[in-house]
């Protein structure tokens, strides 16, 4: 049934654009759709081969370390567990089955300040081969370090509105660049950010120190695991490496079968019906360290006559948006954060972790409830990317609609011109009662 139903609507949308085509004049029209090689390749599907027993002791273990943290109002741990078969016969000659396994672990918690704001964070992790999980140990100290991350924030100060230079580091670098580079390196038009007039190869798009590169094929940095990538794509397309940005300028883009006008054929990187990438590799030969970066930071900071600059060392990883409801109401905004908008930067988002540096005196200080109101295109161009903090993230990647996530390497980034806002106005108030759990906990005492 579902078949059918889809062959109808695409009659039905074929016919239409047909019909709509006999009245406009298109300038420069790329075709419909482009040849691709046949691939025959029949692999194994994905067994469903899972011990669920095993799996919610585990699960109910890690929620039970909440209990211990009298500051978390409201937690959740889920898992999710994936086998999936993929099947691809067409007109063409491709023959393609394979199978994709998928292993997640989402950690969500919110905590609250006597004054009302309350503060959200999370952890996940996401593998494709249950055997590659942490161990139970490792995610259980990751818990504890999440809830004691939330106890030193929940008790920091109120942060106020900012503009100017901001160090994002590490994690933080990578969420931030997970939302940032899709507009630049799929084809445009197709992958959900507007139409491919000013997109050109060739064109310098970010600092010529740059270099970003794409290979869904590599499984492994530096001995760590990249989460997704394939060798065959969602249209039966064999992925091949590409070198995305080389020295700030734009050398190719995910492409599918749906021509654009930069892109003519696919080069396997459909997945979830839009382009995208399996595994970004974001590098500088600019020579600088993370120290140079932060030395960088405060001269910033006392050129255009601030106090205080800022850091931020950890981002609500997007991927969690899928995992709970404790967290949702912050993360809605934050997918925003990143997207192309009118006047050429970047929404408003939610941060998890912050820290206020004295330009001065260099003394640094946790603050609460910074909101990301925008991020300029321009820092694009002026970004310092540092060269030997690099490491791997797993991150959501806004135009994969299969909802799965990417690996990237990406070391930590610094902007020039970035827009803070202070938390709303608006917060919900402290309950009047206090967590019945703990209460019972001390009159056992």
């Given amino acids: 049934m579902q078949s ?72 959740s741990v889920s898992m ?57 140990a490792v995610m259980e100290e990751k818990v504890r370090a999440l809830c004691a991350r939330l106890e030193r924030v929940v008790k920091s100060k109120r942060f ?38 000013d997109q050109k190869l060739g064109k310098a798009i970010v600092h010529p120190s740059v270099s970003v590169a794409e290979d869904p094929l590599q499984k492994v940095w530096k001995g760590k695991i990249l989460k997704s990538g394939w060798k065959i794509d969602y249209e039966g397309v064999e992925a091949r490496p590409l070198n995305l940005i080389s020295k700030g300028v734009l050398k190719e883009v995910c492409s599918t079968r749906t021509p654009t006008r930069v892109t003519k054929e696919s080069n396997g990187h459909n997945r979830g019906g839009s382009p995208s990438p399996g595994h970004l590799f974001i590098s500088s030969d600019s020579g600088k360290t993370y120290a140079d970066l932060k030395a960088r930071l405060i001269e910033l900071g006392k050129e255009d006559g601030l106090e205080h600059v800022y850091i931020v060392r950890r981002i609500v990883p997007n991927f969690l948006s899928s995992g709970g409801d404790v967290i949702m109401f912050a993360i809605n905004g934050l997918m925003d954060m990143f997207r192309l908008g009118g006047g050429g930067g970047y929404g408003p988002g939610s941060l998890a972790e912050v820290v206020r540096i004295d330009v001065k005196s260099g003394q640094e200080e946790l603050v609460r409830g910074a909101r990301i109101k925008s991020v300029a295109k321009k820092n694009l161009m002026s970004m310092s990317v540092a060269s030997d903090d690099a490491d791997v993230y797993t991150v959501s990647y806004p135009t994969d609609r299969s909802s799965t996530t990417i690996g990237m ?17 608006t917060t919900e108030l402290p309950p009047y009662l206090k967590n019945p759990y703990f209460e019972m906990k001390k009159l056992e005492k």
Wanted: charged share 30%; hydrophobic share 40%.
């Fill in 160 to 197: 106020e509105d900012y503009s100017g230079p901001v160090l994002f580091e590490k994690q933080a670098a990578g969420e931030l660049l997970a939302g940032m580079l899709p507009p630049l390196v799929v084809a445009r038009g197709e992958g959900g950010f507007g139409n491919d007039d």
């Fill in 409 to 425: 390497v990406t070391p930590s980034v610094l902007l020039k011109d970035v827009e803070f806002t202070k938390p709303p106005r």
């Fill in 80 to 136: 999710n567990l994936r086998a999936r078969t993929k099947r691809l016969v067409n007109s063409d000659g491709t023959l393609v089955r394979f199978g994709e396994n998928g292993v997640l672990v989402f950690v969500n918690a919110r905590a609250q300040n006597d004054d009302g704001m309350t503060v959200v964070d999370g952890e996940f992790f996401a593998v494709e081969d249950e055997k590659d999980l942490p161990s139970q």
């Fill in 4 to 75: 059918d139903s889809s062959y109808k609507r695409a009659v039905e949308s074929l016919t239409a654009a047909r019909a709509q085509l006999k009245y406009l004049k298109i300038e420069d029209r790329p075709d419909v759709f482009s040849s691709a090689k046949p691939v025959v390749s029949v692999e194994p599907g994905a067994d469903f081969n899972y011990d669920l027993e095993r799996w919610k002791v585990a699960v109910k273990s890690l929620s039970a370390i909440f209990k211990e943290y009298e500051v978390i109002k409201e937690s």
